[in-house]
C-alpha cells in the first residue's frame, strides 16, 4: 500500500513539515462555500483520502450515496491525496478533513512549526495490521521469522517495531533477513523472493485469499499492547474545527450513519462503494467489508471514540525508544465532535 511510501517520506525527509509550511498558515482557510441544490444551501466541504478508495473508507460512500450529509446540510467532496499526503492538504485549508494514521503523526504533532492538525475520529477501533505469509513457510509467531526473507521499508519505526515483536516473542532480530522491497503485490511477492510482508488484512489480507494463497497472519498489537494504535482516523485542522464547530459535528454525524449503516448490513455497503467507485473488484469488496464492519466500532459504544490511554502508550513507546520527540498526554485528538452513543448501543 501507498501508506508504507508516505510513511517513508515523514519520517525520513520530514516532507511534510516542510510542505506545510509552504503552502501557508491556517488563519489563511477559506470559508466553506454555499452551493444551491434543490433551493437550499448546503456548505461545500473536502474529504482526502490516504489513499485509493477501499473498505476503510465505505462509509464516507454510503454516507454521500444515502444522502446523508445532504440532511445535515453538507456537499462533501471526497478526493485522492496529494504525493505528500491528505494531512499536507488539511493543514494548508485545502481540505476540511482527511485520512491519516495515528503512527504517520508523530512529526506533525512534534513539529516546531505547529501544525494545525487534530485527529476527530478512529475509523477501526483497534489495529488490523500484522505480518502475513504462506502457510507452507510454517511461520505462525514472529520468532519464525529467523531466517526469513522479510519486506522491509527500511524505516527506524518499522524496525524498531519489528524488533520488538520478534524479540518478546524469544527470537532474534539480527537472524531476520531485511529485504529492502516495496511490495505493490503481496501475492505475488509471496510466491518469489518474499515470506513476510507487513500488511492490513482487510484488503492485501483478503486479495492473497482470493489469489488462492493459504496464508497466515499474527498481529501486531496481539504481541505488544502499545501496538494497539489507531489506523486509520479522521483528521481535520485545528483552527478550523475551532471556527466551525456545528459543521464538524455536522459532518461526523452523518459520517457515523454511514459506518452504522456499513456496520449493520455488510454486503449492501459493499455494493454501494463500488457502485461509487466501479473500478474496484466487488468480490474483493464484499469480501473485505464483510471482515472488516465489525471492526469499525468493536467493543466501543460511540463510533469513532479515540482512547487516550492508547493513544498515549503508543507515542510514550516511541519516545521511550528514541524514535520521537516527547508527545505531550492526550495531545493530537479530541473526541469532542464525535455524536452520542445511541442509547440503544
Known amino acids: 500500500m501507498k501508506k508504507m511510501r508516505n510513511l517513508a517520506t515523514l519520517i525520513l525527509a ?37 489513499w485509493t478508495p477501499n473498505t476503510n473508507h465505505t462509509g464516507f460512500y454510503v454516507a454521500v450515496n444515502e444522502g446523508y450529509y445532504e440532511e445535515e446540510g453538507l456537499k462533501v467532496n471526497i478526493v485522492q491525496p496529494p504525493e505528500d499526503g491528505a494531512t499536507t492538504m488539511v493543514a ?26 487534530t485527529a476527530v475520529a478512529a475509523l477501526i477501533q483497534h489495529n488490523t495490521s500484522g505480518i502475513i505469509s504462506l502457510k507452507e ?29 520478534v524479540e518478546a516473542d524469544g527470537g532474534d532480530f539480527s537472524k531476520v533477513n531485511l529485504i529492502p522491497e516495496y511490495v505493490e503485490n503481496e501475492a505475488a511477492a509471496l510466491q518469489q523472493d518474499i515470506d513476510a510482508i507487513w500488511v492490513y488484512y482487510a484488503w492485501a489480507g483478503i486479495s492473497t485469499k482470493q489469489a488462492g494463497l493459504e496464508t497466515n497472519m499474527f ?8 501496538f494497539d494504535y489507531y489506523s ?11 471556527q466551525n464547530p456545528d459543521v464538524a ?8 450513519r454511514g459506518y452504522e449503516f456499513a456496520i449493520n448490513d455488510p454486503d449492501a455497503a459493499a455494493e454501494i462503494l463500488v457502485g461509487q467507485v466501479p473500478e474496484l473488484s466487488l468480490e474483493l469488496v ?39 520527540e516527547e508527545i505531550p498526554a492526550g495531545y493530537g485528538f479530541t473526541n469532542d465532535y464525535l455524536p452520542a452513543a445511541d442509547v440503544s448501543e
Open 14 to 50: 520530514g516532507a511534510m513539515t516542510f510542505a506545510l509550511v509552504g503552502c501557508g498558515k491556517s488563519d489563511e482557510l477559506e470559508p466553506l462555500k454555499n452551493v444551491e441544490n434543490g433551493g437550499g444551501d448546503l456548505k461545500e466541504i473536502t474529504l482526502v483520502l490516504d
Open 137 to 165: 513457510d510454517n511461520i505462525i509467531s514472529p520468532k519464525d521469522l529467523e531466517g526469513k526473507n522479510y519486506a522491509t521499508w527500511d524505516l527506524p519505526i518499522e524496525k524498531a517495531m519489528m524488533k520488538n515483536i
Open 286 to 324: 464484499k469480501e473485505s467489508q464483510e471482515w472488516l464492519s465489525p471492526q469499525y466500532k468493536a467493543e466501543v459504544k460511540q463510533w469513532g471514540y479515540i482512547d487516550q490511554n492508547r493513544w498515549d502508550a503508543f507515542y510514550k513507546w516511541l519516545y521511550d525508544n528514541g524514535l520521537c
Open 92 to 117: 494548508s485549508g485545502q481540505a476540511q478533513f482527511g485520512i491519516d494514521f495515528q503512527d504517520y503523526l508523530p512529526p506533525v504533532f512534534t513539529s516546531k512549526e505547529n501544525i494545525p492538525v
Open 219 to 226: 498481529y501486531f498489537k496481539d504481541i505488544t499492547p502499545e
Open 249 to 256: 459535528k455536522a459532518f461526523l454525524r452523518a459520517t457515523k
Open 232 to 242: 486509520p482516523v479522521i483528521v481535520s485542522n485545528t483552527d478550523w474545527l475551532a
